[in-house]
């Protein structure tokens, strides 16, 4: 799996980062997601897919192979 994540979609609701931080971040300057493993370890890949369907904007998606 691997996510992407649209920082201009993003509103920095923080719900990612709350869900699964070891797969998201907010930018320090403007709370914006970050993403700190684009293709997260099957352990988090849950926690990531939880995150995902949190996100109130829509900015995360998965692409699955």
């Not at 709350?18 to 849950?46: C, K, S, Y």
């Amino acid at each position: 799996m691997r996510i992407n994540a649209d920082r201009d979609v993003c509103i920095g609701s923080g719900n990612c980062v709350l869900t699964a931080p070891e797969v998201f971040d907010q930018d320090a300057d403007d709370g914006l997601v970050d993403v700190l493993a684009a293709e997260p370890a099957p352990g988090f890949e849950q926690g990531a897919r939880d995150a995902v369907a949190r996100c109130p904007s829509g900015a995360l998606k998965i692409a699955d192979p």
